[in-house]
């Protein structure tokens, strides 16, 4: 059914159908000029309170009100050094918010009752705990938040159903092909390194026992160096308040375990790491980048915005959408430990691959050796300006990236002044930054696929180091 709107026409005249958008773009002097632009607006800081509590917990609160909610993100270190820890680390974020409690609970009741909701997960370097709830159940959720981090009670019939579960899903996780590359990846770098693990092996979380989960608990569940940050419909200090009553049991233990030392990087080489039968192909390269306190940080962010961080930059604009190559193409930073990477990555069938990497190469040393634009650099400022008010607009996204600030190194100013930043880099200190990190004989890395279809046309191109025989990876390795 086609519905027609009428436009009042004058006084005697009939009514008309609604005018086209070229016709309301235009008066009889001539087409309708825009109004100008608004200047781009930052994000103020809220109010916000800001403290170490005695066991060592920092609490960041910041009012806004948005929205009458409140989300919380909290982040504890525990990075570890063996594939045993990896496996019981993801067992315990698993089990963190209904360990020893059936249902039914008081708690569990309570939570429900509110609309508080709470879940924990791992990476290689952090424990980290999201939630959320109506800003009158701030206390709840503190509470039950509480009672996860004070009270290690994970028992084996819990345990049990969780560990089994577990071992068939990293089965599928590990047979992924994202994940398959970056472990490859970790591993021509660096060796065998267990710390720097994102996903178990099945065998050792198969091996967790609910007294291994309790001792991982009470070891480095620990308020010392951990980071809570809520944000939302609360008044700051209350809310700080509430956190320090409810986790004053919460013990501050011994010192924090210090993290071994990355090993030396192998740099320079890109290996072809054989993946029998797969059908198409990822490739990684990494290359160290300056950390993020340092002054050039803002400048190789742009540069590598243009390079490959978003859909208008050159690498996604060669290689997907003018050659065709390239299911996917990236580029962005890694943390590996302490140490910042600067990475290109791609997904694409295995015949183009060896195309797509050549240009992967080409496109890196053209942005050394011809420098953004004006108007790329301006286009990736916008970009990446807009992206990030938006994230802040919303209590959620205040939150996690406040979270991710501080445990970077940063203070909780650092989400609002990181913009400022950008708007004040220049084309020259982008064109500098291009130049000092990437040259692609730099990069290090993998390209991961059928070693059989790859090795003559990766040979043509040169660069890769092709064995004469390897082991497949893929889920057999897990």
Known sequence: MTVTSLVPSPAGEPARAHRSAAEIGRTAAGARTLPPLEAPRGHRLPAMADTVLPNGLRVIAARQPSTPMVELRMSVPFAGATFTHAATAEVLATVLFRRGRGEGTARDTEMARHGVTLAAHRSSQWLQVSGSAPGHALDTLVGALADAVTEANADEAEIAPVRERMVRQIALIRAQPQVVAQEALVAHCYGELPALQEVPFAAPVAAVTGAAVRALHHERLRPRGTVLVLVGDLDPEKAVASVAAATGAWGAGGPLPTPSPLPPLRAGRVALVPRAGAVQSQIKLVRPAVTRTDDRFAALSLATLVFGGYFSSR??????????????????????????????????????????????????????????????????????????????????????????????????????????????VTRDQVAQVAREFFDPDAFSGVVVGDADRLAPGLRAVGGVEIADAGTAVGAAGS
């Open 315 to 424: 690498l996604v604009t060669n290689i997907r959408e003018d050659k065709g190559l390239a299911y996917r193409a990236e580029a962005g930073f890694e943390d590996h430990l302490d140490r910042l990477m600067l990475t290109a990555d791609a997904d694409t069938a295995t015949q183009a691959t060896a195309t797509a990497y050549q240009e992967i190469r080409a496109e890196l040393g053209r942005l050394a050796t011809e420098p953004p634009s004006a108007t790329e650099v301006d286009a990736a400022r916008e970009y990446t300006v807009g992206m990030t008010m938006l994230t802040l607009a919303s209590q959620a996204g205040f939150a996690g990236s406040v979270a991710t600030a501080v445990c970077l190194g940063h203070e909780p100013e650092r989400v609002t002044a990181f913009p400022d930043l950008l708007r004040g």
